[in-house]
């Protein structure tokens, strides 16, 4: 069973160490520090959740997204036709992110995320897992100026900007790459449009694809999706138990990432308790289509519970490959 993450971990290191990325973006708004700077900064923090990722054992890491905001408008910014709104709130999180406004058509004018993922492999010693804003969810968090108000149609035009940038990653090397899609488990009446962007997104990319799906569960979705344009399909066990049940109801033909550790609790869990979970995927799924992961981004929680967490999927997940079948 592989390990992995789904994609941001935690910005600010524990005590005693200073917040010393909040605390440079603090002097930035005040005119006291330059984007050079800032930027020096982030790679020195992104090699510090490298490190804490490959001490506790995850085999598929990623930058950890040290540079985005928040999960959409990093990329969203970079593109042609799109403007940033004011903060709105990311489902039922305390975290907020600047909407995108569509103003016009959407292009993509160059690599957004290349140079991040080039850095991030040169340091670490493990496969990096790059990550990207699913399609579906950028158009679905958007305000639509341009396309009529049409989701499919602006759905559409994200997946082709989404594509040009995961084959940018794929041209520079990257192992795998994983989209995002967690607003299509609140919205599951578009599952056919999330499903077409789904697959113009992956089209000719050669790495290994990664759909993440979160904050719910598949249930009455997840048949839409058994053949779609990816190699694993990550669910969320934590907020979506039902997908205990939505495994078993399809033929999955993809590799199964079963997100099992809460990414919003600082509650720890216990080896027992995720191991009678990966008993219950297993009588659907076999164990060697099966990663592991949070269910989710690891940001909500403080840096040292989130490793803790990870340490204690890892190891779980060693200890089981160890128990004879």
């Given at each position: 069973?592989?390990?992995?993450?789904v994609?941001?971990?935690?910005?600010?290191?524990n005590?005693?160490?200073?917040?010393?990325?909040?605390?440079?973006l603090?002097?930035?708004?005040r005119g006291?520090?330059?984007?050079?700077e800032?930027?020096?900064?982030?790679d020195?923090?992104?090699?510090?959740?490298?490190d804490?990722?490959?001490?506790?054992?995850?085999?598929l890491?990623?930058?950890?997204?040290i540079?985005?905001?928040?999960e959409?408008?990093?990329?969203?910014?970079?593109?042609?036709?799109?403007?940033?709104?004011g903060?709105?709130?990311?489902?039922?999180?305390?975290?907020?992110?600047?909407?995108?406004?569509?103003?016009?058509?959407?292009g993509?004018?160059?690599?957004?995320?290349?140079?991040?993922?080039?850095?991030a492999?040169?340091y670490s010693s493990?496969?990096?897992?790059?990550?990207?804003?699913?399609?579906?969810?950028?158009?679905?968090?958007?305000?639509?100026?341009?396309?009529?108000?049409?989701m499919?149609?602006?759905?559409?035009?994200?997946?082709?900007?989404?594509?040009?940038?995961?084959?940018?990653?794929?041209?520079?090397?990257a192992?795998?790459?994983?989209?995002?899609?967690?607003?299509?488990t609140a919205?599951?009446?578009?599952v056919?449009i999330?499903?077409?962007?789904?697959?113009?997104?992956?089209?000719?990319?050669?790495?290994?694809?990664?759909?993440?799906?979160?904050?719910?569960?598949?249930?009455?979705?997840l048949?839409?999706?058994?053949?779609c344009?990816?190699?694993?399909?990550?669910?969320?066990?934590?907020m979506?138990?039902?997908?205990?049940d939505?495994?078993?109801?399809?033929?999955?033909?993809?590799?199964?990432?079963?997100?099992?550790?809460?990414?919003?609790?600082?509650?720890?869990?216990?080896?027992?308790?995720?191991?009678?979970s990966?008993?219950?995927i297993?009588?659907?799924?076999?164990?060697?289509?099966?990663?592991?992961?949070?269910?989710?981004g690891?940001?909500?929680?403080p840096?040292?519970?989130?490793?803790?967490?990870l340490?204690?999927?890892?190891?779980?997940?060693?200890?089981?490959?160890?128990?004879?079948?």
């Amino acid at each position: 069973m592989i390990t992995t993450v789904v994609g941001n971990y935690p910005k600010v290191p524990n005590r005693p160490r200073p917040a010393r990325l909040r605390n440079a973006l603090n002097r930035l708004d005040r005119g006291a520090m330059t984007i050079d700077e800032i930027r020096q900064i982030q790679d020195e923090v992104t090699k510090e959740v490298i490190d804490e990722q490959i001490e506790a054992g995850v085999q598929l890491i990623t930058d950890g997204q040290i540079r985005w905001d928040d999960e959409m408008t990093y990329f969203a910014r970079g593109l042609n036709g799109v403007s940033l709104n004011g903060l709105f709130r990311y489902f039922d999180t305390n975290t907020y992110f600047r909407q995108p406004v569509i103003e016009g058509a959407i292009g993509w004018q160059g690599p957004v995320t290349v140079r991040d993922w080039e850095f991030a492999s040169a340091y670490s010693s493990r496969p990096v897992k790059a990550v990207l804003p699913g399609p579906y969810t950028l158009a679905r968090a958007s305000i639509d100026r341009h396309y009529g108000e049409s989701m499919e149609d602006l759905a559409d035009a994200f997946a082709r900007a989404v594509n040009e940038e995961a084959k940018a990653l794929t041209a520079a090397g990257a192992p795998a790459i994983q989209v995002n899609e967690p607003f299509l488990t609140a919205h599951k009446e578009d599952v056919t449009i999330a499903r077409r962007a789904i697959d113009v997104a992956f089209d000719g990319v050669s790495a290994e694809k990664h759909l993440a799906l979160y904050f719910g569960d598949v249930e009455g979705i997840l048949g839409a999706l058994v053949d779609c344009n990816a190699d694993v399909i990550g669910l969320d066990f934590v907020m979506g138990p039902a997908n205990f049940d939505a495994i078993r109801s399809v033929s999955l033909g993809q590799k199964l990432c079963a997100g099992l550790i809460d990414a919003r609790n600082t509650r720890m869990e216990t080896r027992e308790g995720l191991g009678t979970s990966v008993k219950r995927i297993t009588e659907a799924i076999s164990a060697d289509r099966l990663l592991l992961s949070p269910n989710m981004g690891l940001e909500f929680l403080p840096r040292e519970r989130a490793q803790e967490k990870l340490k204690l999927m890892t190891t779980t997940a060693a200890a089981l490959e160890e128990v004879p079948a």
